[in-house]
């Protein structure tokens, strides 16, 4: 867990060096997780502007069958899949999958649903740049089947 935290406050910045083990001592890894400057559906990362300022860290269990429930996320968040497989459904049938070790840019005011379709529990650590009061998370109805 000690590795991760370099790398989540790098992530939460939305930056992260090409040259991180520069940045280290010579015997701290630093394995880049994650440079994007979209998120997993191809939005551009843009963050809020507020005065109010605040970066939510958390770590998402969700047990083998479950799910999140449907939801929007108003702000940028960037995940990292510390074990099992994460698939989520977005509007529209569509489904992206995350095994442990990857790293992830959350969609953006987009429908979507995670989900842990394995036999072990899915363990995330995800971070928001958003706005202290507002959510980061917005629970919503499913959305009406495809016809």
């Known amino acids: 867990m000690k590795r991760i935290l370099p790398i989540v406050a790098l992530l939460a910045a939305g930056a992260m060096s090409a040259h991180a083990e520069d940045a280290y001592n010579?015997?701290?890894v630093a394995v880049?997780?994650?440079k994007t400057t979209t998120t997993s559906i191809g939005q551009p990362i843009q963050y809020p502007a507020t005065v109010k300022p605040e970066v939510t860290s958390l770590r998402v269990d969700i047990p083998p069958g479950k799910e999140t429930g449907w939801h929007t996320h108003p702000v940028p968040g960037f995940a990292y899949v510390l074990a099992g497989t994460l698939t989520i459904e977005l509007e529209g049938g569509k489904q992206l999958q995350f095994n442990a070790?990857?790293?992830?840019?959350?969609?953006v005011n987009t429908l979507h649903n995670g989900k842990n379709l394995g036999t072990e529990p899915v363990k995330l650590l995800v971070t928001f740049a958003g706005e202290s009061g507002s959510p980061f998370a917005v629970k919503a109805p499913a959305p009406a089947p495809a016809k």
Do not use: D, I, K, M
């Open 26 to 28: 010579q015997a701290v």
């Open 32 to 34: 880049p997780v994650l």
């Open 101 to 107: 070790g990857q790293g992830f840019a959350e969609v």
